[in-house]
């Protein structure tokens, strides 16, 4: 199984949100353990790293979360062809239509979130981390 991880799994899991962190933690083993093939968009990267910093004050920190994270999960290049068939839905949330347009460019299976509402209308299968979980076990 191909899934392409939304930011928000991640950063659940780096800064230890209750009540998210227990499922986005199990499907991040799953991909560090090649269990499933986890992807993040190459703008996620930059994303968690902010995001890190501005809670952390810690740019060591950040850079460290980037880390592990480059050996959990692959990153999924943003095409200039991904970034024009975003731009051209004109969605609502670019950046989402963005992580969809590439989860669908690289054939993943589905997008693993909290925000479900966020990814529907782009054509492929939106789970939480409790229901991909179901799936999988």
Known sequence: MKIMCDTNIIIDVLLERE???????????LCEERKIDGFVSASSVTDVYYL???????????YNAIGKLLEIVKVCSVTNNDVLI?????????????????????HCDSIVTRNKR????FGIPVFTPAEILLQIM
């Open 52 to 62: 890190v910093r501005k809670y952390t004050h810690s740019s060591d920190l950040a």
């Open 118 to 121: 966020d990814f529907e209308g």
């Open 19 to 29: 009540p998210f962190i227990e499922d986005s933690y199990k499907v991040l083993k």
């Open 86 to 106: 975003a731009f051209q839905k004109k969605a609502k949330d670019f950046e989402d239509c963005l992580v969809a347009t590439c989860a669908k460019s690289i």
